[in-house]
């Protein structure tokens, strides 16, 4: 799973301070004009448009997507309880 977060978000910080995210095996990819390769990952899973409005967006390893902190949140604590 990829997390996709910016720098100086709150809802994205709230994530990251919520979840161990490195137990449940998500790896964290930060938007920002100088990261290419994250802008890249984003657009391959057409999630730019939703970038610009909402992060975070998490996106799961059968490419759905989730956006919102407090639903990624609530699915990483169900997910780790069910493995």
Known sequence: MTLFTKPDCKKCDYI??????????????ELSPNNV???AHLAWHELVATAEVSLPI?????CTSITG???IKNYLIKSRHTH
């Open 16 to 29: 990251k301070e919520a979840v161990d995210l490195k137990e449940v095996g998500v790896n964290i990819e």
């Open 37 to 39: 390769e994250s802008l």
């Open 58 to 62: 998490l996106v799961l390893d059968d």
């Open 69 to 71: 902190a407090i639903n």
